[in-house]
C-alpha cells in the first residue's frame, strides 16, 4: 500500500516524531511506501479564510479551492491509506491539525448535497487509522470518556464520516510519568502498528 501520513508536531526532539520514526520503519519493513505531510514543516495555514469560508458555504460545490487544499487532495489521491500521528492536545488534535481538517476536507470533495441530502464520496482510501501519543493513561481516558469522544470526532466523523469505513484509532498513552518503559512499549507498539499495517 501508499499511505500517506498526515504528521503534526512542532517538535522532531518530540516522543511524537519518535513516534512517527517507529511506524514508518514497520511500514517499510512490511513493504509498504509512504509519504509524510509534515504540516509544522510545510508551514500549512490552518485557519480558514474568507475567500474559503464563502466557497465552503456557497452553493457552488465545483468552484476551486486554494493551491495548498488542492496539493493536500493530490497526496491523498495517489494514496490507498490515510494515517495521522499527532500529540493529544486538549482531549483533541493540535489546532494545526483540526485546520487541516476544516480547509481540506471541502465541500464537493468530502461531502456535498444532493436534492436537500447529505452526500459522502466514495473514498478510494481503503484504510484509516490515527495514532496519538498522550500524557495520561488509556485506562484513565477510558474511564472519563475522553478517549471516547476523540473516537467519535476524529474515527467516527472525520474520517468514517466521509465514506472511510475502516478507520481506528490507537492512543498510545502514560507518557506523563517519562517512565522508560511506557515509552519503549509504545514505541514497539507503533513500530508493530506499520509492520502489521
Ligand atoms: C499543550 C498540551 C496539551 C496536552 N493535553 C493533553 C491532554 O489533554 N491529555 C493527555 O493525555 N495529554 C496531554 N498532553 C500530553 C501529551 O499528549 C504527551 O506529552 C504526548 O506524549 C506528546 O509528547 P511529545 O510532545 O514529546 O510528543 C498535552 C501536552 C501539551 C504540550
Known amino acids: 500500500m501508499h499511505v500517506y501520513i498526515v504528521f503534526c508536531h512542532p517538535s522532531k526532539e518530540s516522543f511524537t516524531y519518535s513516534v512517527l520514526e517507529s511506524f514508518t520503519g514497520g511500514l517499510g519493513e512490511a513493504g509498504h511506501t509512504f509519504e509524510i505531510g509534515d504540516l509544522?514543516?510545510?508551514?500549512?495555514?490552518?485557519?480558514?479564510?474568507?475567500?474559503?469560508?464563502?466557497?465552503?458555504t456557497g452553493p457552488d460545490p465545483t468552484l476551486p479551492v486554494p493551491a495548498d487544499v488542492e496539493a493536500e487532495h493530490?497526496?491523498?489521491?495517489?494514496?490507498?491509506?490515510?494515517?495521522?500521528?499527532?500529540?493529544?492536545?486538549?482531549?483533541?488534535?493540535?489546532?494545526?491539525?483540526?485546520?487541516?481538517?476544516?480547509?481540506?476536507?471541502?465541500?464537493?470533495?468530502?461531502?456535498?448535497?444532493?436534492?436537500?441530502?447529505?452526500?459522502?464520496?466514495?473514498?478510494?482510501?481503503?484504510?484509516?487509522?490515527?495514532i496519538c501519543p498522550a500524557g495520561h493513561p488509556v485506562e484513565h481516558l477510558e474511564e472519563?470518556?475522553?478517549?471516547?469522544s476523540m473516537r467519535r470526532v476524529m474515527v467516527n466523523d472525520r474520517l468514517k464520516g466521509i465514506g472511510i469505513a475502516n478507520a481506528s484509532m490507537v492512543i498510545l498513552g502514560g507518557m506523563a510519568e517519562k517512565d522508560p518503559v511506557v515509552r519503549d512499549r509504545n514505541?514497539?507498539?507503533?513500530?508493530?502498528?506499520?509492520?502489521t499495517f
Open 74 to 130: 493530490g497526496k491523498i489521491a495517489n494514496a490507498d491509506a490515510l494515517v495521522f500521528v499527532y500529540p493529544v492536545w486538549w482531549s483533541d488534535c493540535p489546532a494545526k491539525l483540526k485546520g487541516w481538517f476544516d480547509r481540506v476536507w471541502t465541500l464537493g470533495y468530502a461531502y456535498w448535497y444532493e436534492d436537500g441530502e447529505h452526500v459522502t464520496p466514495d473514498m478510494k482510501i481503503e484504510k484509516a487509522l490515527v
Open 144 to 148: 472519563t470518556g475522553i478517549a471516547e
Open 40 to 56: 509544522y514543516g510545510m508551514d500549512f495555514t490552518s485557519d480558514m479564510d474568507l475567500a474559503q469560508y464563502e466557497r465552503e
Open 187 to 195: 514505541l514497539e507498539r507503533a513500530r508493530e502498528l506499520g509492520r
